[in-house]
């Protein structure tokens, strides 16, 4: 059972951080929704930096789940097994992100919680919450045998027209798209299989953003605003 969704710039896949916190500019809502929206629900979450969203990966439900995945973050060639993946195929589709609590909010369709540094679809079911507790969730001794550190971020560079375009849509809307298109270029979003030198297209809220990457370098060359889409408003 759903207890709200949350809201985020991502309206499709391609594109969104392959972990949370890699892109702390991936600012989100989290729609609490009736009957689990009392502010008594919540009281003492604002001690916390931190929390645990625990959610349904909904738009991967009609793909099933698989017992073997290759992760990304491996290059795509390494089939481990689901269990050792943090892949959205799995057998109940639940993942967990630990995002930055910035704050919370009473809005007309719930109470919002205000996270920074999500990986999640627009829209996404949200089953529980849960504050990260540094003391007992970081693990000093913990260690990744399979990769030992994440790959360096990709250096980006920033066509003037996307400049124009960005500092445009941030006056009339808020939204830190540049620093956002920054952080989830500089990760890399190329499918393993893909990964020369062709242009793809990211959508980041109502935007859709071409870029390629050349020489370790991601260059984000145009940016067009779609106008047949909807796309999350904050406080709607
Ligand atoms: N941090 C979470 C975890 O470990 O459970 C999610 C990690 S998962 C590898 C992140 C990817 O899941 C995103 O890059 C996106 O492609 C995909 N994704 C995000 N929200 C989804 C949703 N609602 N349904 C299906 N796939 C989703």
Redesign the pocket.
């Known amino acids: 059972m759903a207890i709200g969704r949350i809201r985020t710039p991502f309206a499709e896949?391609f594109g969104?951080?392959?972990?949370?916190g890699l892109a702390p500019a991936a600012i989100g809502e989290v729609v609490l929704t009736p009957p689990f929206d009392r502010d008594e629900m919540v009281k003492g979450l604002t001690k916390f930096s931190h929390i645990w969203l625990i959610?349904?990966?909904?738009?991967?439900i009609s793909e099933g789940w698989r017992p073997q995945v290759r992760p990304p973050r491996l290059g795509g060639q390494e089939k481990v097994g689901v269990f050792a993946s943090?892949?959205?195929h799995r057998p109940n589709h639940l993942?967990?992100?630990v995002v930055r609590l910035l704050g919370l909010s009473r809005q007309s369709g719930g109470l919002v919680l205000h996270v920074a540094g999500i990986?999640?679809?627009d829209g996404?079911p949200l089953l529980d919450i849960k504050p990260y507790l540094p003391a007992a969730d970081s693990v000093a001794e913990a260690v990744d045998n399979f990769l030992a550190a994440p790959p360096p971020p990709l250096a980006v560079t920033v066509h003037p027209q996307v400049e124009r375009f960005c500092r445009q849509y941030q006056e009339e809307s808020g939204r830190a798209l540049r620093q956002l298109l920054v952080e989830c270029l500089a990760c890399d979003p190329r499918p393993a299989s893909q990964r020369d030198e062709r242009e793809f297209g990211m959508r980041l809220w109502d935007v859709n953003i071409r870029f390629r990457v050349r020489d370790g370098q991601a260059e984000a060359f145009t940016c067009e605003k779609l106008s047949d889409c909807s796309v999350y408003q904050s406080g709607s």
């Open positions: 896949k969104i951080p392959r972990q949370a959610f349904v990966f909904d738009q991967a943090r892949s959205p993942g967990m992100s990986d999640l679809l996404t």
